[in-house]
């Protein structure tokens, strides 16, 4: 029978209903498929709307292909596995990429001070899969490595140390007071001019004492440090190295060395990383810049010195206003390791 001719008979029988109240009656309310799909789909496109929305708004443009990543299906793949919504996967996510880098954290540390759980990034959850996806995007990287160290060099790419043993910092140079263990190798490593790795956990238990007034320089590349031994031994100046993203035991050294008195002489690659990089140091205090002006670069530039092309937006920096805008007007890059010969020059004592 056609349901019209049901409706009908339904209202002219004794139960005097329409087909709809009578179907209601016996099975429940009446669901609108579609109307419930168009509103899911609004809802979604909303979500993302306002998720690009909060990386624009925070200038943070290489953050849009990782929105992108996530939309064509990796957030609901990491929801499914997490058992939780997908909106709140996303805004768990979004929260954590957007305190990127992090500037010398240990990853659980990060983890419990931005979503509320020690343990959110831990190596295997769904959550952690999604914002290495984000730390990529932020460094560069084509894609989150497979393996577990592949992935602890990610997090260190963006300031995240995943423990007190894999958060190190490269160090030559420095002769540091103390009786303790690190502070005998290191006088010993800079009197045969070797650099030398520490740890956090070695940081933490160390007794170091720096001179008032020592000059520590600052660098990003591990190459500056390895040029500065093979060509001074143990005539140079103190130097550590931030490898990149400064690590939390870096941090620690220097934060170490700024309390006891020490100056900091910070540079990094003339490139907008490297002005983060450089940032991050100069928020320690009793800090200034090496070779790392705007006359600097421009003078690199001149000299042919120049690297590749510059990658996203502008970076301001308090020591000198006028060294992003000549960094964006040239539009190029000066790696130190073009400029290594001057910086080797004033490392020499």
């Not at 899911?40 to 443009?61: K, N, P, Q, Y």
């Not at 996303?90 to 990060?110: M, N, S, T």
């Not at 590349?221 to 060509?231: E, F, I, K, L, R």
């Amino acid at each position: 029978m056609p349901l019209e001719e049901l409706d009908r008979a339904l209202r002219e029988s004794a139960v005097a209903v329409p087909l709809r109240r009578a179907v209601e009656l016996l099975v429940g309310p009446l669901r609108d498929r579609r109307e419930e799909r168009r509103i899911l789909r609004a809802e979604r496109d909303r979500r993302w709307a306002e998720a690009h929305g909060a990386i624009e708004a925070a200038g943070r443009s290489e953050l849009g292909p990782w929105l992108d990543q996530l939309r064509r299906g990796a957030l609901a793949r990491a929801a499914r596995a997490a058992g939780r919504p997908e909106a709140e996967v996303l805004d768990r996510a979004l929260r954590a990429a957007l305190r990127l880098p992090a500037g010398g954290k240990l990853l659980a540390v990060f983890a419990g001070e931005v979503l509320g759980d020690p343990h959110a990034l831990d190596a295997g959850t769904a959550l952690a899969g999604l914002v290495l996806r984000a730390a990529a995007a932020i460094v560069g990287w084509a894609s989150v490595p497979v393996g577990a160290g592949g992935r602890r060099a990610l997090w260190a790419e963006v300031g995240l140390d995943c423990d007190a043993l894999s958060a190190t910092a490269l160090v030559y140079g420095l002769r540091p007071q103390g009786s303790g263990l690190l502070a005998r190798q290191l006088r010993d490593g800079a009197e045969a001019g070797e650099p030398r790795c520490i740890t956090l956990r070695e940081l933490a238990h160390a007794d170091l004492v720096v001179a008032a007034g020592e000059i520590v320089h600052v660098c990003e590349n591990p190459t500056v440090v390895a040029s500065a031994a093979d060509a001074l031994g143990p005539r140079s100046r103190p130097l550590v190295c931030t490898e990149g993203v400064p690590s939390t035991a870096v941090l620690q050294l220097l934060g170490l060395c700024v309390r006891q008195g020490a100056q900091l002489r910070v540079r990094a690659d003339f490139d907008w990383p490297g002005l983060r990089i450089a940032w991050q140091v100069w928020s320690l205090g009793r800090v200034a810049p090496w070779r790392f002006s705007a006359h600097d670069y421009e003078h690199a530039v001149a000299e042919g010195r120049i690297g590749p092309a510059l990658l996203g937006g502008a970076v301001p920096v308090p020591w000198d206003p006028l060294l992003p805008a000549a960094m964006a007007r040239v539009g190029v890059s000066v790696p130190e390791e073009r400029v290594i010969e001057l910086l080797l020059a004033e490392l020499a004592r």
